[in-house]
């Protein structure tokens, strides 16, 4: 992700057309106090991203999974939800490819 820098006395002046650059073009921009880093101005999907990821390193029990899921997939023990919610286990191909659809 890219980002601009800019100060908060800058950004108060322009936060309209800041929030614009964010939200249609995708924009991010570092928001700074005496030169020092304080904060950010992120699109929103980028923002739950870093939350999700947040969240998914600070559960032991989620990495545990995560490195857990090749030997399960390997072994045939995923499970996924079809259209009408119920669960169905996924295929792995001869090829050790998964069955996704």
Not at 7 to 23: D, G, I, T
Request: no cysteine; aromatic share 4%.
């Amino acid at each position: 992700m890219r980002h601009k820098i800019i100060s908060v006395s800058q950004a108060k002046a322009r936060l309209l057309e800041l929030a614009r650059a964010v939200n249609e073009d995708g924009e991010a921009f570092i928001l700074t106090k005496d030169g020092e880093p304080i904060g950010a101005l992120v699109p929103m999907a980028d923002y739950e991203a870093l939350q999700e990821t947040s969240d998914v390193l600070a559960s032991s029990e989620t990495l545990k999974n995560l490195e857990q899921a090749p030997e399960d997939a390997r072994k045939g023990r995923l499970w996924k939800r079809d259209k009408n919610g119920r669960w169905t286990r996924v295929r792995v191909s001869a090829k050790g490819k998964l069955d996704t659809a």
